[in-house]
């Protein structure tokens, strides 16, 4: 079954004299891809044999990919030390169709043992016709009293309460617990409460990599930096000896304007690094700059 769409066909008798109107039965049901289940589904036990499902309508044109949702995130492994921390990812979202949609968007994390959180909710969110864009550097706060474990971060759009249009996840890992403290941000999220389309800032007189902050850091420090024009970026951590640490860009094609990444304090085998002073160095065409963070335990 194609995520976005599904091989039903649905026939609303009640508009037969109009030719049999047809409905895309959509949805691939919170990640199913079980046949039987779907056929459970649809085939919903009225006492009408007639009426096979209840359709809920959408406007959107026939296809499997109307509305596309996508997330990446930053690092390819996700893992949280016991004392709690963040991640972050980016998230893509495409209307292919002529028509603007409004949907809810829902984020939630599925714990170790099935019990589904919910993160952040935001409803009635338009998604303008034949548009695409991509919230970067969203940040995902993973609180120290968490159980430990696998866990599944999940971000859908829906229809109302019943209709799924799209949805991607992405596992994370939890090591252990450490007793919560006031000062803690609990499931705090930022980023997707930018609004879109969003103002373009003014665009940078010249190269520059930015203080980490915060520095001195523990668990994360977000480093920034201004393109004055489209370049190619490789963004690199480095130990005192000169030795790679982590790789967090290498040669991707940016665009002009402010920049972010986020370092955890992992190698590039996804290793926690000792406590130090670490140097972090862009290279964006002839430019080239590094600068200092200092992890500290």
């Not at 895309?24 to 199913?32: A, E, I, Q, S, V």
């Not at 290279?283 to 590094?290: D, L, N, P, V, Y």
Request: aromatic content about 10%; hydrophobic content about 35%.
């Amino acid at each position: 079954m194609i995520k976005g769409s599904s091989p039903y066909i649905v026939y609303c008798d009640q508009n037969s004299g109009d030719g049999d109107v047809r409905h895309d039965f959509r949805g691939n049901y919170w990640g199913t891809t079980d046949p039987a289940q779907i056929d459970a589904w649809i085939l919903d036990g009225h006492d009408d044999p007639n009426i096979r499902a209840e359709v809920l309508y959408t406007p959107f044109a026939t296809g499997a990919s109307d509305l596309v949702l996508a997330l990446t995130p930053a690092d390819s492994v996700v893992v949280i030390p016991d004392v709690g921390g963040s991640f972050q990812y980016d998230a893509y979202l495409e209307n292919n169709t002529a028509g603007d949609i409004i949907a809810d968007i829902a984020i939630e994390a599925v714990l170790p043992d099935g019990t589904v959180y919910p993160v952040q909710s935001y409803p009635g969110q338009t998604i303008p016709a034949a548009s695409a864009y991509t919230r970067t550097g969203i940040v995902q706060d993973v609180p120290p009293g968490a159980p430990a474990g696998t866990y599944t971060y999940r971000v859908t759009a829906s229809l109302g309460d019943t209709l799924l249009v799209d949805s991607d996840e992405f596992p994370f890992e939890k090591l252990g617990v450490v007793a919560a403290a006031a000062q803690d941000k609990g499931w705090n999220l930022r980023g997707w409460e930018r609004n879109e389309p969003r103002t373009p800032p003014a665009s940078p007189e010249g190269f520059a990599l930015h203080a980490a902050a915060p520095n001195p850091f523990n668990p994360t420090t977000t480093l920034s930096f201004d393109l004055p024009s489209q370049e190619a970026v490789s963004l690199c951590v480095f130990d005192l000896q000169g030795r790679l640490v982590r790789t967090l860009l290498s040669g991707e094609m940016l665009t002009q304007g402010r920049h972010e990444a986020v370092w955890n304090g992992r190698d590039d085998a996804g290793r926690q690094v000792a406590s130090g002073t670490y140097f972090y160095r862009i290279e964006a065409g002839a430019f080239s700059q590094t600068r200092r963070a200092v992890l500290v335990k």
